[in-house]
């Protein structure tokens, strides 16, 4: 901890000395994650596959790949996004100018997942270092091996006082969040998400907390079964279930249950094989805790498709259950695994009530061709972000802000919002010192008055 300490002194020591500020550095930075990355890409894909078996395709296409995709967005954009803002200036101030200069916040703590281990701990920092911070990474301690890894490409590349990977459990974690941070930037399960606010409050440290829930996935009547059925089976079962963004259960209506169902078994076999242990596009559950959880949630008697498990190997198939209902025990808490409750249903008021009623969820889905039923339910449930016949691309684009809302956290990234979360914008009234209009100073005179009702309403 001893050394913990030392660096976050070096780091603020570092910011204060404004050395992180010049966007040529910033650029530097950012320029070297990439080549670092890049050059130690063969271990970074031997040790997700140590954690999870997860392959080199999973691997880069959904983490390397968007950390690449967010160095080049930020490397192009960062001299417009750096500059001033001018905005309009009010009578009251005239003449002046007014703009929002936008200024690092400081010494960042993120604080990542296991379930992503590259994207969610290296993402944060991608724009944290383009905003002009430095930045403490603390990776799950869940997966042991790209933690460590991490660890060793970074910290033997870059000067801890602007990039440090601290490895570490609950201790180190909790001794982190004791010290002085700008802005710690978690995410992981909204329990947690409660711990790293309270710490945060003793030093008046802003959060981010990018938190999970239970996603739910509308399938209306008229949507287009068959390509319903291949998004969400994808999505569903990417990263054996593990994702924070994946369709939690199901809410299909009455009349197309039976085809979904169907078409949800027959994308199973297609994309993972008629054994999954056996596919490499499968990945395992990260560890016994979570598998003897996942166990404990499915009922025997609703297992329509899958169920096989092996705890040594930590696999569990996809697995489908039907009839789900709100107050099955799988329906309690997010699943976070490969189990899939399949809930039916008649009457969508009734259903969107049922959802409303739940904490505010992180994503949802409607597989719809009717605007009627997008709009009513995009109107009436509040949930971070989400896709209409589609699952959890809308978090590849990033032109859109990804971030959860009520208990699925707080704060946004990716793209420019990445850029704007790890920013504070001064706002800065720029006044001539031609003249000063003698308006507001005493002594009051009732024309005095009378002007500022006029020009202020
Ligand atoms: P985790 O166990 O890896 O924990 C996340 C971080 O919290 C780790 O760095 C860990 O060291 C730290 N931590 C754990 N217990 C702590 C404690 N008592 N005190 C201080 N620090 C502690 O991840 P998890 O919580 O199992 O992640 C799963 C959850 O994260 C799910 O709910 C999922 O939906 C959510 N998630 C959200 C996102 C998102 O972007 N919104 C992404 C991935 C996961």
């Given at each position: 901890?001893?050394?913990?300490?030392?660096?976050?002194?070096q780091q603020q020591l570092f910011f204060n000395e404004n050395k992180t500020k010049p966007i040529s550095f910033?650029?530097?930075q950012l320029i070297q994650l990439k080549k670092v990355l890049k050059e130690n890409i063969n271990d970074l894909n031997k040790a997700i596959y140590e954690d999870f078996r997860k392959s080199e395709f999973e691997t880069y296409a959904t983490e390397l790949s968007m950390i690449f995709h967010e160095i080049d967005m930020a490397l192009k954009n960062l001299d417009s996004w750096s500059k001033k803002i001018r905005v309009k200036t009010d009578l009251a101030n005239f003449p002046a100018v007014s703009y929002l200069y936008p200024e690092p916040l400081g010494t960042v703590l993120v604080i990542g997942a296991w379930n992503y281990p590259y994207q969610l701990s290296i993402l944060p920092a991608?724009?944290?270092?383009?905003?002009?911070?430095?930045?403490?990474?603390?990776?799950?301690?869940?997966a042991a091996n790209t933690s460590k890894v991490m660890a060793k490409i970074i910290n033997s590349s870059f000067d801890p006082a602007v990039l440090f990977v601290a490895?570490?459990?609950?201790?180190?974690?909790?001794?982190?969040?004791?010290?002085?941070?700008?802005?710690?930037?978690?995410?992981?399960?909204?329990?947690?998400?409660?711990?790293v606010m309270k710490a945060a409050s003793q030093n008046l440290t802003p959060v981010v907390l990018e938190l999970g829930g239970k996603s739910p996935c509308f399938v209306m009547?008229?949507?287009?079964?068959?390509?319903?059925?291949?998004?969400i089976t994808w999505s569903k079962f990417l990263n054996g279930g593990q994702t924070c963004v994946a369709p939690d259960y199901i809410l299909v209506k009455k009349e197309?249950?039976?085809?979904?169902?169907?078409?949800?078994?027959?994308q199973i076999t297609q994309q993972l094989g008629h054994d999954p242990s056996a596919s490499e596009a499968y990945v395992n559950i990260i560890n016994e805790r979570h598998f003897d959880r996942l166990i404990s949630l499915v009922d025997s008697n609703k297992i329509i498709f899958g169920g096989e498990n092996d705890r040594n190997k930590k696999y569990l198939a996809p697995t489908l259950l039907f009839?789900?209902?709100?107050?099955?025990k799988v329906m309690e808490d997010e699943i976070f695994g490969p189990l899939l409750p399949i809930i039916e249903f008649d009457n969508l008021e009734e259903v969107i009530q049922m959802v409303k009623s739940k904490p505010r969820p992180l994503a949802l889905y409607v597989f719809t061709n009717s605007k009627k039923y997008s709009k009513k339910i995009l109107l009436e449930i509040s949930f971070g972000g989400g896709a209409i016949n589609d699952t959890i691309m809308h978090l590849t684009n990033a032109h859109l802000p990804f971030g959860g809302v009520g208990n699925s956290g707080m704060g946004n990234y990716h793209g420019k919002f990445g850029f704007d979360t790890f920013t504070h914008y001064k706002s800065i009234l720029h006044k001539t010192t031609l003249f000063e209009p003698p308006i507001k100073y005493p002594p009051y005179k009732s024309w005095k008055l009378k002007l500022i009702k006029l020009l202020m309403g």
């Amino acid at each position: 901890m001893k050394n913990f300490e030392r660096i976050l002194q070096q780091q603020q020591l570092f910011f204060n000395e404004n050395k992180t500020k010049p966007i040529s550095f910033r650029k530097s930075q950012l320029i070297q994650l990439k080549k670092v990355l890049k050059e130690n890409i063969n271990d970074l894909n031997k040790a997700i596959y140590e954690d999870f078996r997860k392959s080199e395709f999973e691997t880069y296409a959904t983490e390397l790949s968007m950390i690449f995709h967010e160095i080049d967005m930020a490397l192009k954009n960062l001299d417009s996004w750096s500059k001033k803002i001018r905005v309009k200036t009010d009578l009251a101030n005239f003449p002046a100018v007014s703009y929002l200069y936008p200024e690092p916040l400081g010494t960042v703590l993120v604080i990542g997942a296991w379930n992503y281990p590259y994207q969610l701990s290296i993402l944060p920092a991608v724009m944290a270092l383009a905003a002009g911070n430095n930045v403490v990474i603390k990776p799950s301690e869940l997966a042991a091996n790209t933690s460590k890894v991490m660890a060793k490409i970074i910290n033997s590349s870059f000067d801890p006082a602007v990039l440090f990977v601290a490895e570490g459990g609950i201790e180190e974690t909790t001794f982190l969040l004791n010290q002085k941070f700008d802005l710690i930037f978690y995410t992981g399960s909204s329990n947690v998400g409660k711990i790293v606010m309270k710490a945060a409050s003793q030093n008046l440290t802003p959060v981010v907390l990018e938190l999970g829930g239970k996603s739910p996935c509308f399938v209306m009547e008229d949507a287009q079964i068959e390509m319903a059925a291949q998004r969400i089976t994808w999505s569903k079962f990417l990263n054996g279930g593990q994702t924070c963004v994946a369709p939690d259960y199901i809410l299909v209506k009455k009349e197309v249950r039976e085809k979904l169902v169907e078409a949800i078994k027959k994308q199973i076999t297609q994309q993972l094989g008629h054994d999954p242990s056996a596919s490499e596009a499968y990945v395992n559950i990260i560890n016994e805790r979570h598998f003897d959880r996942l166990i404990s949630l499915v009922d025997s008697n609703k297992i329509i498709f899958g169920g096989e498990n092996d705890r040594n190997k930590k696999y569990l198939a996809p697995t489908l259950l039907f009839p789900s209902s709100f107050s099955d025990k799988v329906m309690e808490d997010e699943i976070f695994g490969p189990l899939l409750p399949i809930i039916e249903f008649d009457n969508l008021e009734e259903v969107i009530q049922m959802v409303k009623s739940k904490p505010r969820p992180l994503a949802l889905y409607v597989f719809t061709n009717s605007k009627k039923y997008s709009k009513k339910i995009l109107l009436e449930i509040s949930f971070g972000g989400g896709a209409i016949n589609d699952t959890i691309m809308h978090l590849t684009n990033a032109h859109l802000p990804f971030g959860g809302v009520g208990n699925s956290g707080m704060g946004n990234y990716h793209g420019k919002f990445g850029f704007d979360t790890f920013t504070h914008y001064k706002s800065i009234l720029h006044k001539t010192t031609l003249f000063e209009p003698p308006i507001k100073y005493p002594p009051y005179k009732s024309w005095k008055l009378k002007l500022i009702k006029l020009l202020m309403g």
